[in-house]
């Protein structure tokens, strides 16, 4: 097109030939040279080249536009998420252990009383430690850890034969203390919470027995497991006896014959010329350590003759007042939804080491010491059967309570036994 145009513009040009005015100027009829003549047309033909290459070439584009800011989503903000448990749980003391991450799988219960499903946590009972072992999503599968070393929770004794795989539900783990958290009181006592203390839901301090103080707890002091806190060592030649407010030397018995005892960890006399005994002592009540100043009994006090002893009995007070009676007496009972062959046979030992089953089949674990079971039982798939009863003998129960109790029945295959 472009082309096009600049043709017409040549032709309509005054020096292209007989289309040009009639009447010449007389320098227009003048003669050029022929050298002349070509350079003219050479000229012409350069600058209508450029006219015609200027008017096709059209206007310079624009510069493009620079590149846009990438575009920077914030991300949604997350639900936390509970860290992964670890080393031990707490598992409430009436719940149910089951054989199978199912709640229609055979299940055990180690209290007398179990919980209701889906019931609420009745009372400040200790709980049970155990192991961790995996998640099945609302399932924890755990097993019965030794009970040495010593904790301040205990695993369950009617399963100190044993080490059994069991599972139980989410909701039955109890709010642990995680981490020794320190506090010093008003009066100069200072207290430390143990790892392992459990706590009731939603529960975010510790209140002291006898109304000594308060222990604040943060949340990340509190979490679902722990790494394990084995207790110090304690010093058996001093006791502690709550109601004298005093550390007795071992083989001197306090005028009121007993009572409730927290262990001596550490014992440093601080005597004062004129003053009664006093020692700066370090005592331990269930998961609670404390260090303070106390009265101290080397020997009874002259011309008094210590009443007749009527002996302790430690029942691992937890600071609330409550008592684990079942721990202290090394109880537990264990049940399992199994008929139980009542008739008195000859019972075989089950060595150490044995491997164990459930009656369906399901693999439950192994003896960590030779042990003889109460009962027999029918055998299931080829393997012969047992049961083992723990009794609770405690004051208190509930009526019909020890009607209750279900033994743990546990198989074995007879090639255990020597068959």
Request: net charge negative.
């Amino acid at each position: 097109m472009c082309l096009a145009m600049q043709n017409t513009r040549m032709q309509r040009s005054p020096a292209s030939g007989p289309s040009g005015p009639k009447h010449a100027r007389p320098s227009d009829r003048a003669e050029l040279p022929s050298a002349a003549r070509g350079l003219n047309t050479a000229v012409l033909v350069a600058s209508v080249a450029a006219t015609i290459l200027t008017a096709c070439k059209g206007p310079a584009a624009p510069p493009p536009p620079p590149p846009a800011p990438p575009v920077v989503v914030a991300p949604e903000p997350s639900e936390p998420t509970a860290p992964p448990l670890s080393g031990f749980v707490l598992v409430e003391r009436d719940a149910y252990f089951h054989v199978r991450p199912s709640a229609a799988a055979m299940n055990v219960a180690l209290s007398l009383t179990p919980r209701t499903t889906g019931a609420p946590r009745v009372s400040r009972s200790v709980p049970f430690r155990f192991a961790v072992v995996a998640e099945h999503g609302d399932w924890i599968e755990v097993t019965n850890p030794p009970a040495e070393p010593r904790e301040c929770v205990d695993p369950p004794g009617a399963l100190a034969d044993f080490e059994l795989t069991l599972f139980v539900r989410q909701g039955d783990l109890v709010p642990v203390v995680t981490r020794p958290v320190t506090h010093r009181l008003k009066g100069g006592e200072e207290v430390t919470v143990l790892a392992g203390r459990w706590l009731d839901r939603g529960e975010r301090s510790l209140t002291l027995r006898d109304g000594r103080g308060v222990v604040p707890l943060t949340d990340e002091d509190i979490g679902e497991s722990y790494a394990g806190a084995p207790l110090r060592a304690e010093d058996p030649s001093w006791t502690y006896y709550v109601a004298e407010d005093a550390i007795f030397a071992e083989g001197v018995t306090p005028e009121s014959g007993g009572g409730r005892i927290e262990r001596v960890l550490t014992m440093t006399p601080v005597d004062a010329p004129g003053e009664p005994p006093r020692a700066r002592a370090t005592l331990r009540s269930a998961c609670v350590e404390s260090t303070r100043e106390v009265a101290r009994r080397d020997a009874p006090p002259a011309g008094i003759q210590p009443a007749f002893a009527l002996g302790t009995l430690d029942v691992g007070a937890d600071e609330s007042g409550a008592f684990d009676l079942g721990g202290a007496l090394g109880g537990g009972l264990g049940g399992l939804d199994a008929d139980v062959d009542a008739a008195e046979q000859a019972l075989p030992e089950i060595p150490a080491d044995a491997r164990l089953f459930w009656p369906d089949g399901a693999p439950a674990g192994r003896t960590v010491r030779a042990t003889t079971p109460d009962h027999a039982t029918p055998e299931h798939a080829g393997r012969r059967c047992f049961s083992w009863t723990v009794a609770e003998t405690l004051g208190s129960l509930p009526p019909g309570a020890l009607m209750k109790r279900r033994p743990i029945v546990l198989c074995v295959d007879a090639a255990t036994l020597g068959d």
